[in-house]
């Protein structure tokens, strides 16, 4: 059984240059077309998993680029598609320049209960470093227009380490952002990753990477948020009571979870797969109902697979890791709580403060 549905729409309207994740313009691709595909295979898929969804997690790209009549169409599908009664979250990412009064509307009479808005930062150099297509007022402005429609839970995305970003800029950020109380906030430490263009600018030396810098950004957040009551329950992620991210939290335990849409993900009793990274080519196949040819790079998620990925991914929750799941390096945690990275108590390790700024390096040691 099956009850993590994510859903991915590649669509968006402007590619940023760090963003690592399946996505491109619309072009030539109809966006009624790749809807009536996702909907046929979430269909499909149910007629051969047994699905009793918790948590729906609807990203991309730009899920809000879609226009009304397709988002009305996408989202109103879903809940015909699946038992809407188990849902206990579902979200929707969004970007401020793609949506409005109406749009949010349409989100929060389907049923959707988070909305997860990508402002990354409220300074305008910062933004534009970023490639972002908003301004700050037009961030606060979406915000509002979001709030106004009482979901239950309001989240906000923001990045530090942004090329030129300086540790006021940041403080600033924060401080703005506090001043909004969203109900959740994520603060990512940008990562340069492979096929991305940011990615080409640090090998040719135009941009730096700086773990020391990065160290005092990501402190700045964690004494600023936590300061103003957020608990800090995954290494990026800062809720109010009541507010975390059920989704997310799944991932981070190793749930199964079906990835449904363009470029998605899905884990299942220890086999992976993703769908094939191409809209025009996932819409042929679907009309098709050509389930199977969908699927690329499989891979089977062995006992060892399984104990490596819960150790880079609990260990950066609050939760931490169960001690028996370390089996032959638990000789290496006397060493670690020496070091003061981690405290060990009811038999799970948790990163101290002084690990969370190096979780990586902890979570390799312990592989």
Not at 50 to 78: Q, R, V
Not at 142 to 150: A, D, N, P, T
Not at 326 to 344: A, F, S
């Amino acid at each position: 059984m099956v009850k993590h549905l994510y859903i991915h729409v590649p669509f968006c309207h402007r590619i940023c240059p760090y963003c690592s994740f399946y996505k491109h313009t619309f072009g030539n691709i109809n966006q009624s077309e790749l809807v009536d595909s996702v909907l046929n295979e979430i269909s499909i898929r149910s007629q051969k998993i047994e699905l009793k969804i918790d948590t729906i997690y609807l990203g991309g790209g730009t899920p809000t680029a879609l226009s009304p009549k397709n988002l009305e169409t996408l989202l109103a599908g879903i809940n015909r598609t699946i038992n809407p009664s188990n849902l206990i979250e579902w979200v929707i990412e969004a970007n401020p320049s793609t949506f409005d009064l109406n749009k949010a509307k349409i989100i929060r009479n389907n049923g959707v209960t988070r909305v997860s808005l990508g402002i990354q930062s409220w300074d305008p150099s910062t933004l534009k470093t970023l490639g972002r297509d908003h301004t700050p007022d037009e961030a606060e402005e979406g915000f509002e227009i979001l709030r106004s429609c009482k979901f239950k839970s309001l989240n906000i995305d923001l990045m530090f380490s942004v090329p030129g970003q300086s540790l006021e800029t940041w403080t600033s950020d924060l401080h703005r952002t506090l001043k909004i109380k969203p109900d959740h906030i994520s603060a990512y430490n940008l990562n340069y990753e492979e096929d991305t263009e940011y990615f080409e600018k640090l090998k040719n030396g135009d941009f730096n990477e700086n773990p020391e810098k990065d160290g005092k950004l990501f402190k700045l957040a964690m004494e600023a948020l936590r300061g103003s009551g957020y608990e800090h329950y995954e290494i990026s992620n800062y809720a109010l009571p009541g507010h975390q991210s059920e989704h997310n939290k799944a991932y981070w335990s190793g749930a199964d979870y079906l990835g449904i849409g363009p470029g998605a993900f899905s884990t299942i009793q220890g086999k992976r797969w993703r769908n094939v990274a191409d809209t025009g080519k996932y819409i042929k196949l679907l009309k098709l109902r050509k389930i199977d040819q969908i699927e690329t790079e499989r891979e089977i998620i062995d006992a060892s697979s399984f104990r490596t990925e819960r150790i880079a991914l609990e260990l950066r929750t609050s939760r931490g890791i169960s001690f028996d799941t370390l089996g032959e390096t638990k000789n290496r945690v006397p060493d670690l709580e020496t070091e003061g990275l981690i405290n060990r108590h009811d038999n799970r390790i948790r990163l101290t403060d002084k690990g969370k700024m190096v979780a990586d390096s902890v979570a390799t040691h312990l592989l």
